[in-house]
């Protein structure tokens, strides 16, 4: 919107996402009061837990004419999740995705609920400076691109945490972060992310008190746990023999491995809209599950599928990372992954012990591993003679060195 137009009037009905947060309570009013519309909040319930209690209430009292929470923990498990631990998908070799994953199955539902409520714009919470605006906004284009957008953070006069707080305490309205410790925090089944405030700078050490879902490495168990996880074309299906659906599985995982403090990443990474940023991650459950994936992989994938594979990965968490999810080229990616998954099922053995993890077994009933011709103490087959020409094949192109 062009500096000095009025916004009053320009929308009726605004679907926020919300999720009772400072900037989103700060945006709930100050779309009211500025737009002069109502405003239905839209909660996705990804895994929070304990953050969406009395969410309507606040909501409302915050000046919403509803609420809508919506639970999409086993959709984003089994439909984002999942298939990222399928296609090994890690952005810059470190970051799992935790944050990026979540947002197109919110995006998805922010237009859904927008629709079924009446609305004609949606509204996000997400800065100018970071990738959720991008991830949201993509998703509406491809998805709504009948609603209106509005980023507040893009539009208004607030340019920091402390003007928010500020603001809330001018309105009334209640918040729980502090001047003292306003670092950013994103939860959700997959992990929870701390960024901003003291963690800006890299050099900081995170205080051991932000941690949730991990225990210190150093108190952690003085034995180690071994946990055996079984997957199925790809996908998790069962730990230590207990079958379990999407989300329950998930989140047992959490409960494993960060009794064993696994999963902590401190990292400084590449934003999409061209800055770098520290974040701190707790990533218990998809770390361990992304390491017994690729045991089992190394049974049953072929050789040169795995290497294309291999290639298509950091692609697909770059399209993860970047926002998009919903796009002719993640179909195209997706569908080839897929296809390589179809002979990943077998069993992975995962020791965790003091932040760490280590593959102890793998085993499949479609395993293309041969005991007896890669024995050393038997021939199974194999005619090592064969090994002369194959040398001097591949040697033809090399020149001769002096």
């Given amino acids: 919107m062009a500096p000095g137009a009025s916004r009053k009037g320009s929308v009726r009905r605004v679907c926020l996402a919300y999720s009772g947060g400072l900037d989103t309570s700060v945006i709930l009013r100050w779309l009211i009061e500025e737009y002069d519309c109502e405003v239905v909040a839209y909660c996705a319930d990804v895994g929070q837990e304990e953050e969406l209690d009395g969410l309507p209430d606040k909501a409302k009292a915050t000046g919403a004419v509803d609420c809508v929470i919506r639970d999409l923990r086993e959709e984003f498990t089994r439909d984002f999740v999942f298939p990222a631990i399928r296609g090994n998908a890690i952005y810059e070799g470190t970051y799992l995705l935790g944050t990026a994953l979540a947002r197109p199955v919110i995006a998805k539902h922010h237009v859904e609920v927008a629709r079924e409520t009446g609305c004609d714009a949606v509204a996000h919470g997400a800065t100018g400076k970071g990738n959720d605006q991008v991830r949201f906004e993509l998703g509406y284009r491809a998805l709504g691109p009948e609603l209106a957008v509005i980023a507040p953070w893009r539009e208004w006069d607030l340019t920091s945490r402390p003007d928010c707080m500020a ?160 796009s002719p080229e993640m179909d195209f990616v997706r569908a080839a992954i897929e296809r390589s998954q179809e002979n990943v099922t077998g069993d992975a053995r995962i020791r965790l012990y003091k932040g760490g993890l280590q593959v102890t077994g793998r085993r499949s009933p479609v395993s293309l591993y041969r005991e007896d011709m890669a024995s050393f103490d038997q021939a199974g087959g194999y005619d090592q003679a064969d090994a002369t020409g194959f040398i001097h094949l591949q040697g033809l192109r090399l020149p001769e060195r002096k």
């Avoid at 918040?175 to 950013?184: E, F, G, L």
């Avoid at 997959?190 to 405030?197: N, P």
């Avoid at 991990?214 to 055996?228: F, K, L, R």
């Avoid at 199925?232 to 299906?237: A, E, K, L, M, S």
């Fill in 167 to 326: 603001y809330a305490q001018k309105h009334g309205i209640p918040v729980t972060a502090t001047v003292k410790k306003p670092y950013s925090i994103d939860r959700n089944l997959l992990h929870i992310s701390f960024e901003g405030g003291v963690l800006e700078d890299p050099w900081r050490a995170p205080d051991e008190s932000m941690f949730v879902m991990t225990t210190s490495p150093e108190d952690a168990p003085d034995t180690p746990s071994e946990v055996v996880i079984s997957f199925d074309r790809g996908t998790p299906v069962a730990i230590d023999g207990e079958s379990l659906g999407p989300a329950a599985l998930l989140r047992r995982m959490n409960q494993i491995a960060g009794a064993h403090g696994v999963g902590r990443v401190d990292l400084v990474e590449n934003r999409f809209v061209g800055l770098k940023s520290r974040g701190v991650y707790e990533t218990p459950g998809g770390t361990v599950l992304l390491a017994a994936h690729r045991a089992v992989e190394s049974l049953t994938l072929d050789r040169e599928v795995m290497h294309e594979r291999d290639r298509l990965s950091p692609r697909f968490a770059e399209l993860v990372y970047n926002g998009f999810w919903f």
